[in-house]
Every structure is written in structure tokens, then in C-alpha cells.
């Protein structure tokens, strides 16, 4: 799985999304079947999947992307409650 990326840096730059990341955020969890819900999921993964190579390629910013990651997770989460709301 991969997210696209079309700004005026990155031209269709394509960010993966790695296994773990997907677990974070429970990508294959949504009895909704929205697909906001899903689009949610999906970049909330890619951005939790580049915070983990920070992690990796940048060894004095671990802590900062460990609570990026966390945040993310939890904007994820409340992401997901706004869309599913009126269910």
C-alpha cells in the first residue's frame, strides 16, 4: 500500500505505508464501510510510516517521532469518531 503525494516539492511521490503502521491505526478495521473513513486510515499510516524511518535514519530524533506517531495515532482515532458520528 502506498498514499500519493502531489505538491509543488513532490511530484506523484509515493510514500509507503508500512505493515506496522497500518496496524497503528487499524486500517483493516472499518465496519462503516466509508471510505473517508478508510482515506483517514490510509494517511494517517503514510505519515506514522515516514515518522518510523525518521526513527530509523535519524537516531537523536527518536523521542520526537515516538510522540508524533502517538499523536498521529490519536488524531487518527478522532478523525475516524468525526466521520462515523452520525452512524
Known sequence: MHVKINTAALHNEEV?????????VRMGFNPSTLPRVDRIKALAAAL??????????VPDGGREAAVAITDVQKA???AVAAATAGL
Open 16 to 24: 509507503p505505508i508500512q505493515d506496522g503502521a497500518a496496524q497503528l
Open 48 to 57: 506514522i510510516s515516514e515518522c518510523q524511518a525518521v526513527q530509523a535514519e
Open 76 to 78: 487518527s482515532m478522532m
